[in-house]
Nanobody, 119 residues
Framework: QVQLVESGGGLVQPGGSLRLSCAAS????????MGWYRQAPGKQRELVAS???????NYADPVKGRFTISRDNAKNTVYLQLNSLKPEDTAVYYC?????????????WGQGTQVTVSS
């Protein structure tokens, strides 16, 4: 059984910063792509950033230059550094990983962490 546990969300003022973490545990052979998604009230879940096993990154246009995704393969963990936060960044943030186990490759989601940007 694989679990993804997120941490790091909270309330921050506009212009502030947060760092989200997501750690995977369980019977893991390897992890391919990792990513962060977000879902604001009344909107669809959208990709924020992703990172391949080789370290190549991809960002949604609204967060380019402000957010940074990184990973620590030894810890099975993905991070998202959020800088220069804006009220429109308010959402529940979910991590996602493509994980190889004894059952093959499967997609896993974290439980979500709330990020609220407000003065």
């Amino acid at each position: 059984q694989v679990q993804l546990v997120e941490s790091g969300g909270g309330l921050v003022q506009p212009g502030g910063s947060l760092r989200l973490s997501c750690a995977a545990s369980g019977s893991i052979f390897s992890i391919a792509a990792m990513g962060w998604y977000r879902q604001a009230p009344g909107k669809q879940r959208e990709l924020v950033a992703s990172i391949t096993s080789g370290g190549n990154t991809n960002y949604a246009d609204p967060v380019k230059g402000r957010f940074t995704i990184s990973r620590d393969n030894a810890k099975n963990t993905v991070y998202l550094q959020l800088n220069s936060l804006k009220p429109e960044d308010t959402a529940v943030y979910y991590c996602n990983m493509e994980i190889y186990t004894t059952y093959g490759r499967q997609n896993y989601w974290g439980q979500g962490t709330q990020v609220t940007v407000s003065s």
